[in-house]
């Protein structure tokens, strides 16, 4: 299809939300799973069956020795840094274009964030940006693989393994990515998974972590139920860790929803790759840019719109495609992580603002300084991200309707601004 035979302004239709049933595949699957919870009586995961039967299945389909179920994605990624127990004042680098679960999870260790610029195209952690950061006390790295968009994993593994520090994958957005034929998840020490309402799957909230790694694997097991060391011969609590134990409500709706896990995402990318295709050409939008060698699984759409050309910047844009009935989010989160008030206020525990102040092995070391002029790509990047929402109920006729109303936004834009 090319730009010319899309018809203008065509009659509004409702697409399905990944807010409510019309656009989640909720059926008997997860009906049938449920009833078999409460019926049993048993609805916490210790001696229910579904939980444990969800960690085998999704340690099966990533081919990892193990999976451990928490609450949330950020319980996932609290209890991945955990697991690498680093000391506090310790360095995790991440990227400031992600949900602040991500972040938080290093913080509440007691490690300070420390972030790195992102690729203007990807949105994603480069090699070259990490390697920027990296201290003496770096502990961790978390990569994004954001919209469900692969990072370049190989140079990353390379540059961490080179300094002896795990990668934690954050897949929260990244179900069945792949990069280079391997699922992300898989390639680095952790892989955190996010149940979140508007997931690739859902069970409303949890989270999932999986490992190949034995002692990370026994420390998150640990971490997740208050570190008490169920059936070993003396056990005790033997850390300080939480309460982040999945019920078996949560673990019958995401087993039923992993056992769809293909097909789902297997619509995403169909439906995606219409709109790619339907957009080739438009001047002034550009289609997300999938990484080299690997697969974009689409949590999300996200375009870039480009100022220059379209005379309107993101925002903008967004409130004319608005008005065609296309909601969309321009610019992602609106301001990169750093400049939340937690960090530039630094929020932390009471007035302390621990880690960043009071911790002795710092001293001597330099402050902790979180400047925009650090993070050009990341910057330019926010500055013409729209975000799409995006589901696997969306049909052919969906996306046409989104085109039209994309090609029809920008040519209006173009013309005004005499580009055509
Ligand atoms: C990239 C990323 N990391 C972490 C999280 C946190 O997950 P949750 O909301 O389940 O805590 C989310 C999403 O919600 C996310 O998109």
Redesign the pocket.
């Known amino acids: 299809m090319t730009q010319q035979t899309i018809k203008a302004k065509t009659q509004r239709i409702q697409l399905p939300s990944d807010g409510d049933a019309s656009g989640r595949s909720f059926g008997k699957e997860e009906m049938a799973l449920l009833e078999q919870v409460v019926r049993s009586g048993i609805l916490h995961a210790t001696k229910g069956t579904m939980t444990k039967q969800l960690e085998l299945e999704f340690a099966q389909v990533y081919s990892v020795e193990h999976c451990v179920a928490v609450t949330?994605?950020?319980?996932?990624?609290h209890t991945a840094v955990a697991a690498i127990d680093p000391e506090p004042g310790d360095e995790v680098i991440t990227t400031p274009i992600?949900?602040?679960?991500?972040i938080a999870a290093i913080l509440s260790q007691n490690a300070l964030p420390i972030f790195a610029d992102v690729d203007p195209k990807t949105y994603n952690l480069t090699a070259e940006t990490i390697q920027a950061k990296i201290t003496p006390r770096t502990k961790a790295i978390i990569v994004?693989?954001?919209f469900g968009n692969p990072c370049d994993m190989d140079p990353i593994l390379e540059l961490a393994d080179k300094h002896g520090i795990p990668v934690i994958e954050?897949?929260?957005?990244a179900y069945l990515t792949t990069y280079k034929g391997k699922l992300v998840g898989t390639l680095g020490a952790i892989g955190?998974f996010?149940?979140?309402q508007?997931?690739q799957m859902t069970a409303g909230?949890?989270?999932l972590a999986i490992t190949r790694n034995d002692s990370l694997a026994r420390r998150m097991r640990l971490f997740r139920d208050k570190a008490w060391g169920y059936g070993d011969p003396k056990p005790d609590h033997y850390f300080l860790a939480l309460n982040y134990r999945m019920t078996d409500l949560q673990g019958a709706v995401a087993l039923a929803q992993l056992r769809k896990l293909k097909g789902m995402v297997a619509a995403r990318q169909r439906t995606a790759g219409m709109l790619t295709e339907m957009l080739k050409g438009v001047e002034g939008l550009n289609p997300p840019r999938v990484t080299p060698g690997g697969s974009h699984t689409y949590?999300r759409y996200c375009l870039q719109a480009d100022e220059e050309i379209l005379g309107v910047d993101v925002n903008q844009f967004a409130l004319l495609l608005k008005e065609e009935g296309i909601v969309s989010a321009p610019r992602y989160i609106q301001k990169p992580a750093f400049q939340c008030d937690l960090f530039k206020e630094r929020k932390t525990y009471g007035a302390s603002q621990f880690p960043y102040r009071g911790v002795a092995s710092r001293q001597g070391l330099p402050e902790v300084v979180y400047d925009e002029k650090d993070f050009p790509n990341t910057m330019k990047a926010l500055s013409r991200a729209l975000v799409l929402p995006w589901n696997e109920r969306y049909t052919e006729e969906h996306v046409r309707y989104i085109a039209e109303n994309l090609i029809e936004t920008a040519k209006e834009c173009l013309k005004k601004n005499g580009k055509c």
Do not use: I, P, R
């Open positions: 949330s994605g950020t319980a996932s990624l992600t949900d602040m679960g991500g994004v693989h954001l954050d897949c929260a957005q955190c996010s149940l979140q508007t997931k909230e949890g989270g949590w």
